[in-house]
C-alpha cells in the first residue's frame, strides 16, 4: 500500500465534498486501469447505463454494469472471443445493445481492454470524509522553500539518516554525463580540456540543447505526426520545431504554457508562435461530433496531468475516488476545451507558392460546396410534412415534462437531436399570440396530423414561416451541418478536408514556411453541461468554466472566450504553486533519473510523497524568481554537488537505501534511445546537424541521418522500434520512460542495417585501434585493450564478391515528351522496405511524392522529376512486355475530379519511344454514384529487338498535376523462354557482411561503456 494511504489529513476550506463509504480507487499508474477510466467506463456509460445502472430500481438482467465489478464478471481476461461481453456485442449471442450494434471501433476498444487482462480499479473501503476546498496535502498548499543550498539540503537528509554523499566523479566522467543530459550527444574531446562551469555554460547556448529537451517536453505533450486513421497532421513538425527554439532562447516557463495554451488571445504573439498551440491540436482527433467528449478528455487529461499534477479525468464519470475532485470540476474545464476548434484552419504566416494557394482554395470550395448542397438535400428532407409529424409526435408524447430530456427522446424515437431541439423550442418557447402554435396549445389530442396537413403542397403563405426562414425548425444554419449529417456525409466532409490539408502539408513539405498548426475559439461559446456518470445523452446541472477548485480558495472562473488564456495564467499564478513544483520535478527526474516525486504527473494523495519536499519547495521558489528561467532551473542543478558526485556503489549505503531515495550517489543511467542512436551517428561520422522540418523515418535503408527527435510519430501505429526500445506512447500524456531490457533490443544493435550501416561508417574513420576507442568512447584505449583488439583489427578477411547489379533500379529523370528521351536519372536514395522514394517520410523537396514500389508508385511532380522502373538487359534477344498501367483512384477521388490522369512511356536509351499511354478518368455515371474506380490502359509491346546491356525504362508522370495520381504498374519482359518479373523482382539495396575492423568498431557500440552514462 502507498505511503499516501497510511497518512491522515485534516480537511479545512469553505466548500464541502462528501465522498462516500465505499469508494472505488483507480490503481493509478496502471495502464490498463487507466485504459478502462479513460475509453472503456465511458463507452459503458454511453451504451449500457441506460438498461444496467444503479439508477433504475431494476436494472436489466439484474446486471449493472456502472459497477467494475459486474463487468469484468461477464468477460474472460485475455479471451475475447470467449467472453459473454464480447459475444454479446458482436451479436454472436443475444445481440447487445438492443438498439442497434456498436461501431467497429468502440467493439475493438472492448476486446483492446478484455486482452489487456480485463483491469479494473481496485475496491478500497475508505472512512467517509467531508473535504472543504482545498485540503491540507502538501502539494496543494503555498511554497515552503529553506535557504539552504541542494548540497546542503541533501546532506542534513543523508545525515539523519547515517549516510553520507559519495565523492565528486572524475572529470572526464562530469563532461560525458553533462554532454548527454544537456545535448543528448557525445561530447566533443576538446570539451575534456575546459573546466566544468564553462563546459555547462557551452552545452546550454548549444542549439543542441533545445533539441534534447523538447524531445522531453514532447512525451509530456504526447506529440505525434499522425492521428486519426493514421492521417497526417498538419504541419505537425511546427510545434515541434517551435519546442526546440523555445528551450533554446529560454522561453519562460510561464509564458511557455500560455503560448501553448493560448497563444492566438496572447497580444505581442507573432503569428508564426501559434505553432505552440500544436500543445492541444496534436492530440486525439475523431471527426464525428459524438466523439467530442473523447477529444475533451485527451486535452483536460494533458493539461491536468501535464501541467498540474492532478487526475481530473478520473471525475468524468464520478467524483474522484480519493482527490477532492468533483465532477463539477471536470465539466468546469471541459466547458473550456469544447469550446475550441483544433487544428482545423491553419494560421497563415505567408503566402503559398501559387500551385497550392490556387489548390489549396479549390480544396477548400469544393469542401464548402458539398456541405452546402448536402445542407439542402437534409432541410427539403427535414420539411417533408410526414418527416415533421415525426418530430410533433414525439414533442406531443413529452408534452408535460416540457424540453428537459429530449436527447432520450430522440435516441428512443430515432430523430435527430437538434432538429427535435429546434422544434421544441418553437413549441415550447413561441409567444403565447404565435397564430401558428395557437392549434398546438389548445388541443386535447394529438394535433400533428392537423399540422401534417397544413404542410402539405400546396402550403399557406402564413405556414411557410414554419419551413423557411432562419427560425423554422429546418432550415438548419450551416454551422450545425456536423450534427445532422449521416455518415456518408461524414465521411465524405472528411476526406475533402483531408485533401485541402493534404494540399497544405505538400507545400511545407516542399519548403513553404507560410502555414503553422493552430487552435481557435469556436465561433459561438456554449455552455457546458455535467454529464451524468459521463454519458453525453444524458446531461445535468449547468457549469461555468473554472480552474479546478482543490487549488484555490475561492471559484477563480473564466470570462472571456473559451478562458484558454485564463488558465493559462491561473496555471503559474503565485497563488498556485504546483505548476513551478511539476516542471522542477520534471526537470530533476530527467537530470538524476527520478524525480524529487516519483508519480510526476499524480501530486494526489496517492501519489508519492517528495522525498525532500523542502528543496522541491525551494528550487520551485527560485525557479520563479528567477523569471520562470528554465536554463538556470538546469544550471543550478547541474553545477551542484549532489549532481556531480561519482555513481560508484557502496554496500552499507545501498543496505539503508536500496532505492538511492536519498541521493548517497548519483544514479548509474542508460541512454535513452534517442541518445542512443544519435550517439551512434555521432561517432561515426554520419549525424546530420540540420534542425527543424518534417519528419523522418529511422528504419530506412540507408538510415536518414538526422537526429532521432525529428522521427516521425504514428500515433495510432506506432514504430514497433521505437516501443521495443521504451519510447513514450504517443496516445496519451507520459510522465515518464520505463527502461525495459529485452532480447529485441540486442537483437536490432547486433543484426538490423542501421547497426552495420554505423560500425563501417566508423571503422571507415579510425585509423588505428587507439583512433577508434577514442572517437567511440571519448578516451585513450588501455594496453590491454590495445593488445587484444590488434589482431583483430589487423585480420584479414577474404575479398567479398561484390553482389550482381540486378536488372532493374529505380529512380527520377526528366522526360523530353517532344523527343520521347528521357535524362538525369538519379537512383532513389532512400529504401523504405515496401517503397523507394528520395524522403525517408514525407515529401522530397525536389521530386515531391515521387516513389516506386513492388507493383506501382507515384509520379513526381512534373516533367523534370517523372518515375522511373528501370531495366537493363542482360541478353540480346527480341523481347515482348505484357503489363496494365492502372490508375489507382476511388470513387470519392474520381466523383470530386481530384485527378486529371496520367501517362505511361516505355523508352529506350537506344531507339528511344517504343510505346506511350494516357490514363483518364471515366465519365461520370449517370446516377452521379456508380463510379467506377481504378481506370487502365493495356501497355503490351511485343517483338522489340534489345541488346545486352539496352535500358527499358518504363516512365510515369503526372501530367503537371501529381494529384490523387498514385498507379500501379509491374510489366513482366519475356526475351525467348526467359522472363524479368518487375513485382517478383522487386527488392531493396543489397547489405554486405562486416569485415573484422567493422565488427570490432559494432563491439564498441555495443558495449555498456558507450549505452550507459558513467
Aim: proline share 6%; net charge neutral; charged share 25%.
Amino acid at each position: 500500500m502507498r505511503q499516501g494511504l497510511r497518512h491522515s489529513h485534516k480537511l479545512d476550506g469553505v466548500r464541502p465534498l462528501l465522498f462516500s463509504l465505499a469508494v472505488v480507487f483507480p490503481l493509478l499508474g496502471d495502464p490498463g486501469v487507466e485504459y478502462f477510466e479513460a475509453k472503456v467506463r465511458p463507452l459503458l456509460a454511453a451504451k449500457c447505463y441506460a438498461c444496467h445502472s444503479a439508477k433504475l430500481a431494476s436494472p436489466m438482467g439484474g446486471l449493472r454494469f456502472d459497477d467494475p465489478g459486474v463487468v469484468r464478471a461477464a468477460v474472460k481476461p485475455n479471451e475475447a472471443d470467449a467472453s459473454r461481453l464480447i459475444q454479446a456485442v458482436r451479436y454472436k449471442t443475444i445481440g447487445m445493445p438492443p438498439g442497434g450494434k456498436l461501431k467497429e471501433d468502440e467493439i475493438a476498444t472492448l476486446v483492446k481492454w478484455v486482452e489487456m487482462g480485463a483491469p479494473v480499479p481496485e475496491t478500497i473501503v475508505s472512512k467517509a470524509v467531508v473535504a472543504k476546498g482545498p485540503v491540507n496535502h502538501w502539494a496543494w498548499q503555498p511554497l515552503r522553500p529553506g535557504t539552504a543550498l541542494i548540497d546542503e539540503q541533501i546532506r542534513l537528509k543523508l545525515q539523519d539518516n547515517g549516510l553520507t554523499a559519495a565523492t565528486r566523479a572524475d572529470h572526464h566522467t562530469l563532461i560525458r554525463r553533462l554532454s548527454f543530459d544537456l545535448t543528448g550527444l557525445p561530447p566533443d574531446t576538446r570539451d575534456f580540456a575546459l573546466p566544468v562551469e564553462k563546459v555547462v555554460d557551452q552545452y546550454l547556448a548549444s542549439p543542441r540543447f533545445g533539441e534534447r529537451w523538447a524531445r522531453h517536453w514532447m512525451d509530456v505533450a504526447r506529440y505525434a505526426d499522425t492521428g486519426f486513421l493514421s492521417r497526417a497532421f498538419l504541419v505537425s513538425y511546427g510545434y515541434r520545431d517551435w519546442l526546440i527554439d523555445a528551450f533554446n532562447r529560454d522561453l519562460p516557463y510561464d509564458r511557455f504554457i500560455a503560448m501553448q495554451l493560448a497563444a492566438d488571445q496572447m497580444k505581442g504573439v507573432e503569428k508564426k508562435d501559434h505553432a505552440a498551440l500544436g500543445f492541444l491540436s496534436l492530440g486525439v482527433n475523431p471527426n464525428r461530433d459524438v466523439d467530442l467528449p473523447d477529444v475533451v478528455d485527451d486535452k483536460i487529461d494533458l493539461v491536468t496531468r501535464g501541467l498540474l499534477g492532478l487526475t481530473v479525468s478520473c471525475a468524468r464519470c464520478h467524483d474522484h475516488k480519493f482527490d477532492p475532485i468533483p465532477t463539477r470540476d471536470y465539466y468546469s474545464l471541459y466547458g473550456v476545451f469544447a469550446n475550441t476548434r483544433y487544428g482545423i484552419e491553419p494560421v497563415r504566416v505567408g503566402a503559398l507558392p501559387d500551385f497550392y494557394e490556387k489548390r489549396a482554395a479549390e480544396r477548400k470550395q469544393l469542401l464548402e460546396e458539398y456541405i452546402r448542397e448536402r445542407l439542402e438535400v437534409l432541410r427539403s428532407e427535414l420539411r417533408d410534412p410526414k418527416e415533421i409529424r415525426r418530430y410533433l409526435d414525439a414533442l406531443w408524447s413529452a408534452r408535460k415534462s416540457g424540453p428537459a430530456g429530449l436527447e432520450n427522446l430522440a435516441r428512443e424515437k430515432n430523430l435527430n437531436s437538434l432538429v427535435l431541439s429546434r422544434w421544441a423550442k418553437r413549441i415550447f418557447d413561441a409567444k403565447k399570440d404565435d397564430p401558428l402554435m395557437a392549434e398546438w396549445r389548445g388541443a386535447v389530442d394529438n394535433p400533428s396530423a392537423s399540422y401534417e396537413a397544413h404542410l402539405t403542397s400546396p402550403v399557406e403563405a402564413k405556414w411557410k414561416t414554419l419551413l423557411h426562414g432562419p427560425e423554422a425548425p429546418p432550415e438548419v444554419p450551416v454551422e450545425d451541418f456536423p450534427s445532422i449529417m449521416n455518415e456518408g456525409d461524414s465521411n465524405t466532409v472528411r476526406n475533402l478536408q483531408w485533401q485541402y490539408e493534404q494540399m497544405l502539408n505538400d507545400a511545407a513539405y516542399r519548403g513553404s514556411k507560410a502555414i503553422v498548426l493552430g487552435a481557435q475559439d469556436k465561433p459561438v461559446i456554449k455552455p457546458s453541461f455535467i454529464f451524468t456518470r459521463g454519458n453525453q445523452n444524458d446531461p445535468g446541472a449547468e457549469t461555468r468554466r473554472c480552474f479546478p477548485s482543490v487549488l484555490i480558495a475561492g471559484p477563480e472562473c473564466f470570462e472571456n472566450g473559451s478562458g484558454r488564456l485564463e488558465l493559462a495564467k491561473a496555471i503559474t499564478s503565485e497563488r498556485n504553486p504546483v505548476a513551478a513544483r511539476v516542471m522542477v520535478n520534471r526537470v530533476w527526474q530527467h537530470l538524476f533519473g527520478e524525480g524529487l516525486v516519483r508519480t510526476p504527473s499524480d501530486y494526489g494523495i496517492r501519489g508519492d510523497l517528495p522525498t525532500h519536499p523542502q528543496l522541491l519547495d525551494t528550487l520551485a521558489a527560485e525557479f520563479m524568481k528567477d523569471g520562470w528561467s528554465m536554463k538556470r532551473l538546469i544550471r543550478r542543478m547541474v553545477l551542484s554537488g549532489t549532481y556531480q558526485q561519482s555513481s560508484a556503489d557502496r554496500v552499507e549505503a545501498r543496505q539503508k537505501d536500496p532505492e538511492n531515495k536519498l541521493l548517497w550517489r548519483m544514479p548509474r543511467r542508460r541512454l535513452d534511445f534517442e541518445a542512443l542512436r544519435d550517439s551512434m551517428l555521432s561517432v561515426s561520422g554520419k549525424l546530420d546537424g540540420t534542425i527543424g522540418g518534417q519528419p523522418i523515418s529511422i528504419v530506412t535503408i540507408p538510415t536518414d541521418p538526422r537526429r532521432t527527435v525529428y522521427s516521425m510519430i504514428e500515433r495510432e501505429r506506432p514504430l514497433a522500434l521505437l516501443k521495443t526500445f521504451d519510447v513514450a506512447d504517443p496516445e496519451q500524456h507520459s510522465p515518464q520512460r520505463y527502461q525495459t531490457t529485452v532480447p529485441q533490443q540486442g537483437l536490432f544493435l547486433l543484426n538490423s542495417p542501421f547497426a552495420g550501416e554505423m560500425a563501417h561508417a566508423l571503422a571507415a574513420r579510425a585509423r588505428d585501434v587507439q583512433d577508434l576507442y577514442r572517437l567511440a568512447l571519448g578516451r585513450e584505449a588501455s594496453a590491454m585493450e590495445v593488445q587484444q583488439a590488434q589482431q583483430f583489427w589487423n585480420l584479414r578477411m577474404e575479398e567479398q564478391a561484390k553482389p550482381e547489379a540486378g536488372t532493374w533500379s529505380y529512380g527520377t529523370a526528366s522526360l523530353n515528351v517532344d523527343a520521347g528521351r528521357i535524362s538525369a536519372f538519379k537512383a532513389f536514395h532512400f529504401f523504405t522496405g515496401k517503397s523507394w522514394q528520395n524522403a525517408s517520410a514525407g515529401v522530397d523537396f525536389r521530386t515531391g511524392v515521387a516513389r516506386l514500389t513492388e507493383s506501382g508508385g507515384a509520379p513526381g511532380d512534373d516533367l523534370s522529376n517523372v518515375v522511373v522502373r528501370r531495366w537493363t538487359s542482360p541478353v540480346n534477344g527480341v523481347m515482348d512486355v505484357q503489363g496494365k498501367l492502372v490508375l489507382t483512384v476511388g470513387a470519392f477521388e474520381l466523383r470530386f475530379k481530384l485527378s486529371n490522369g496520367i501517362r505511361g512511356w516505355v523508352v529506350s536509351n537506344r531507339k528511344g519511344l517504343l510505346g506511350k499511354w494516357r490514363v483518364e478518368l471515366p465519365p461520370p455515371p449517370k446516377d452521379g454514384l456508380s463510379y467506377a474506380s481504378n481506370p487502365s490502359v493495356s501497355t503490351d509491346l511485343k517483338g522489340i529487338t534489345v541488346e545486352r546491356g539496352e535500358m527499358i525504362d518504363f516512365v510515369v508522370d503526372s501530367i503537371g498535376d501529381y494529384e490523387a495520381d498514385d498507379f500501379k504498374w509491374s510489366p513482366v519482359i519475356a526475351i525467348g523462354d526467359k522472363k524479368w518479373d518487375a513485382q517478383k523482382e522487386f527488392a531493396g539495396p543489397s547489405i554486405r557482411r562486416l569485415t573484422p575492423r567493422e565488427q570490432l568498431a559494432q563491439i564498441l557500440l555495443l558495449t555498456n561503456e558507450f549505452a550507459f552514462l558513467d
